[in-house]
């Protein structure tokens, strides 16, 4: 038994598709390369592997992770080239190694760098909205609604607290102008650092609500990536593939 | 030119992978190389869509040539529809995202009636003029095939042509005959002066219907001599060697049939008279037990996926099932792959195999009986009988399995009340079974769902003379029965029957229904088939609006010699066969099926199959009638 860990990307082409269906994706491709995976016991033997944090449906990324583990030794190497063979072209895996450690990719990351482009109908100047997120930036509580389903099924908005899950927040200009996207009034782009995983998690489009709400306009388009995950050892921040992550 | 759909308009709809392609092994080719460009087009969602077996043979087939490019076409739904009508988006093909207006063909696929709205509301998103009478000089081919296409009249006035039988061969033909005339860039009409030659292709400009006074047809015929009378469908002769796609595309979205679909053979020995399938795709042909094995372990590796089903109109009636299945077992079992077993008939229904197949979900079983009292189940030819029935529940139900789901008809033709009440009767003889099991055997918590549709008439059926009951008919059925489904065990479902009141007018309709069909889509009809967009109403104004009474197609017994709208096509089966069945089906009489003995229902004109076995000696014919086929030519 041993265990493999990869980064893998999303490009436009797959962005669309929900975390559960990735994981079909990578089942299936997983059988098509014919790699040594082990299987869960049971009727419905399952695939062993576990994906790190979930991506919006919507968000293009280059850093998600998963764990594999293999019924029999498999070279990273091998491993990676096989994996890539049988994907769709729309997802890559772009590093492997093996992984030793009790903790799971799961339960491993805290943060999350997001590029997220905004375009509005309405004509904004950039220090406008530099000077708006300072602005949020220094506020000591920031609370906007979050939508979650109620205990009868219904949609229920709750007051949320956000600022401490905002690590990092800064505007540029967005350099060249994806094709479709001319017709905006302006565009602009935030990379954000947020706390991500299970022990506090911030979604990008609840922070850009908690943005809007500062500015008094709304976003009209949206394209998101995220850019980079992490996890932590020893309270700095660590690659997921980075040896201390991995022992 | 790709059309370019921004991230807020896809993340603004249900569904956003539906338009965005890109799945393993779809195909990839430099539009800039091909010569035709063709947008094979489903009037469904995507889901329905590529769930769809003969679309993905089609697809794979024709970009097997170097100098075509096909690609896949869905019906939006109804929210991306709105947001490419506000944004000026073009209907737009899967692979390349272009838009579909400048196509050489458009071609849909006819799978259902109540799919036509949509290929209106298609035609229309791409830019294309809906009469094909509009279409001009550098716009594209509309063409449709399918089984809906053996009666094209509804859609004759917005289809080019028509492909009629099996496509594989046909539409390389056709695909010939357009590279040359696109080199020499001769008229429109010339090029469909040249591929109403090829057999099998319908071309309904070439042909006009006159009608008689009481509004039935007095014939469709050719406008020129040339033209051939008479159309015949299309058969593959030799399964084994015909194209099957050894690659399949795996969608990333959920869809209906979400596995590989292995086709084991095209046909139906059975004969039930109300099947449109089982005559239109006569004569049954098998594949090989070996070449279906060496299909499923390409296929199985092409696409990873963890489920085979076994698909065709009877699958246990295959010859070499045991072979099979022995086979696929024995090679899937280590790599995780299940099989699956769908439309299983009762008659046939080995529980030794479902129990190797079907280790995990023990709940839900299915059956057809169709109708509830041998009477009637001898005048539909469903030879299925209450014990075949009850000893096959009982041992699934000694087997653990404790769910088991009943079809029916309602409205079939020569039914009487006492009919429909033995549908309710033959559910509690099912309930009762899992009773006699002892209660450590069999399974916990029985379910009888039961569940009926309206019984529509079709064309090429021995019932295609038959009216269908009126709505108010059905209603009333369904309401006695309801009354009589009684128990905690017993549940009942029926279907709307206004939906199939409009089924049997498009199915038996002739070219006047297409200007209804064009009217309810002028007044917002689409996806028809969904519930929640299905507007009665709409349609009935359609109807009033036109002029036409639907009544006059649905709920109007024919006489024996009445012309059909479908009557210039051929599929084999004569329509003197089709008459005595239609005969013998109100004595109560059965007629075997083709395994048991050959009556000679017309479809030995192919030479292939079953038939040819009779013909050739290798089967002994019993009591064969004649074909009739000098006759009604
Ligand atoms: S000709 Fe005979 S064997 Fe062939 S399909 Fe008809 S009944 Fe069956």
């Not at chain 1, 995976?37 to 991506?55: A, C, E, R």
């Not at chain 2, 947001?83 to 838009?99: D, K, Y």
Request: charged share 25%.
């Amino acid at each position: 038994m041993s265990k493999i860990r990869v980064r893998f990307s999303r490009g436009e082409a797959v962005k669309f598709i929900s975390h559960l269906d990735l994981m079909k994706v990578f089942e299936r491709a997983i059988r098509r390369s014919g790699l040594p995976i082990d299987y869960s016991k049971g009727f419905n033997p399952h695939p062993q592997m576990v994906f790190g944090l979930p991506l919006p449906v919507g968000m293009t990324s280059d850093c998600e992770y998963a764990d594999f583990t293999l019924a029999e030794e498999t070279g990273t190497e091998e491993f990676m080239q096989r994996l890539n063979a049988s994907l769709p072209e729309g997802i890559r895996v772009t590093a492997a190694a093996v992984n030793n450690s009790k903790k799971n990719i799961m339960a491993s990351i805290r943060g999350a760098e997001y590029l997220l482009q905004i375009f509005t109908n309405e004509v904004l100047s950039l220090e406008n909205v530099s000077a708006g997120l300072e602005n949020m930036l220094k506020c000591e509580s920031i609370k906007v609604g979050k939508e979650s389903k109620g205990k009868d099924g219904r949609r229920v908005l709750r007051e949320t607290e956000i600022r401490p899950m905002i690590l990092k927040a800064a505007i540029e200009p967005v350099r060249v102008l994806p094709e479709g996207y001319e017709g905006f009034g302006s565009a602009y782009l935030i990379k954000a650092e947020l706390k991500a995983g299970s022990e506090a998690n911030l979604r990008p489009d609840l922070f850009l609500k908690a943005f809007a709400q500062q500015l008094g306009t709304t976003a009209d388009a949206v394209r998101m990536h995220r850019s980079a995950l992490y996890s932590e050892v020893g309270g700095a921040k660590a690659d997921p593939l980075d040896k201390a992550c991995l022992s | 030119m790709p059309v370019i759909i921004r991230d807020d308009i896809l993340q603004s709809v249900e569904k956003p992978a539906r338009y965005t392609g890109g799945e393993l092994n779809s195909i990839i080719k430099d539009p800039s190389k091909v010569s035709i460009r063709f947008a094979f087009c489903f009037p469904d969602v995507y889901e329905v869509g590529m769930s769809h077996l003969g679309m993905r043979i089609l697809y794979n087939l024709l970009n097997e040539r170097e100098d075509t490019y096909c690609e896949r076409v869905f019906a939006p739904w109804t929210d991306m529809e709105a947001r490419m009508r506000e944004n000026g988006i073009p209907l737009f093909s899967l692979e390349t995202r272009q838009a579909v207006g400048s196509f050489d063909f458009v071609g849909f696929t006819l799978q259902y009636e109540m799919s036509y709205t949509n290929i209106l509301n298609m035609l229309d998103l791409a830019g294309i003029p809906l009469e094909r009478a509009d279409r001009g000089e550098g716009q594209p081919f509309v063409c449709a095939g399918g089984p809906c296409a053996y009666n094209p009249e509804p859609l004759a006035d917005f289809i080019d042509f028509f492909m009629l039988g099996e496509g594989e061969e046909i539409i390389n033909e056709v695909m010939d005959v357009y590279g040359e005339w696109k080199k020499e860039g001769a008229s429109r009409e010339e090029f469909l002066n040249r591929i109403v030659k090829i057999e099998g292709i319908y071309v309904p400009g070439f042909y006009e219907p006159k009608y008689k006074g009481d509004g039935t047809l007095e014939a469709v015929s050719p406008l020129k001599a040339s033209y051939p009378a008479k159309i015949r469908k299309r058969i593959i002769k030799d399964l084994d060697n015909i194209y099957f796609p050894e690659k399949a595309i795996v969608p990333y979205i959920n869809i209906v049939h979400d596995r590989i679909m292995l086709e084991l053979f095209r046909g139906c020995t059975r004969g039930c008279r109300f099947c449109q399938a089982g005559y239109i795709y006569r004569p049954v042909r098998e594949r090989t037990p070996g070449k279906l094995a060496e299909l499923a372990g390409k296929l199985q590796e092409s696409t990873g996926y963890g489920e085979i089903s076994l698909t065709s109109l009877s699958t246990s009636d295959y010859s070499g099932l045991p072979e099979l299945t022995g086979e696929l077992i024995k090679e899937m079992e280590p790599k995780k792959v299940n099989l699956a077993l769908p439309s299983l008939r009762i008659d046939s229904f080995s529980l030794d195999l479902m129990e190797k197949v079907q280790k995990v979900r023990k709940s839900g079983l299915t059956f057809a009986p169709e109708a509830g009292t041998q009477r009637l189940r001898d005048i539909i030819n469903k030879g299925v009988t209450e014990e075949d029935l009850l000893n096959s529940v009982g041992l699934a139900f000694g087997g653990g399995w404790s769910g088991v789901k009943l079809y029916f008809m309602i409205g079939l033709p020569f039914e009487t009340m006492e009919d429909v009440e033995g549908i309710a009767k033959l559910g509690r003889l099912v309930a009762d079974e899992y009773f006699k099991v002892p209660k450590e055997k069999r399974g916990k918590g029985l379910e009888v769902s039961i569940s009926t549709s309206s019984f529509v008439p079709k064309p090429f059926t021995p019932f295609q003379w038959e009216a269908q009951d009126s709505i108010e008919t059905l209603r009333q059925k369904q309401k006695f029965l309801r009354d009589k489904i009684s128990g905690r065990h017993l549940k009942y479902s029926w279907h709307d029957p206004e939906l199939s009141m409009l089924e049997a007018v498009f199915a038996r309709g002739d070219r006047r229904v297409g200007r209804v069909l064009a009217r309810a889509w002028e007044l917002g009809c689409s996806f028809d088939s969904w519930g929640e967009h299905f507007k009665f109403d709409v349609w009935m104004q359609a109807f009033n609006d036109c002029g036409i009474d639907p009544a006059f197609y649905a709920n109007r017994k024919r006489d024996p010699d009445e012309v059909f709208p479908w009557d210039h096509i051929d599929i084999g089966v004569t329509k003197k066969h089709l008459l005595r069945e239609y005969q013998k089906a109100e004595k109560g009489e059965v007629t075997p099926n083709c395994m048991t003995s050959c009556v000679g229902c017309g479809a030995t004109v192919f030479g292939q199959g079953i038939c040819s076995e009779y013909s050739g000696g290798g089967r002994k014919q019993q009591n064969i009638a004649s074909d009739g086929r000098e006759e009604s030519e």
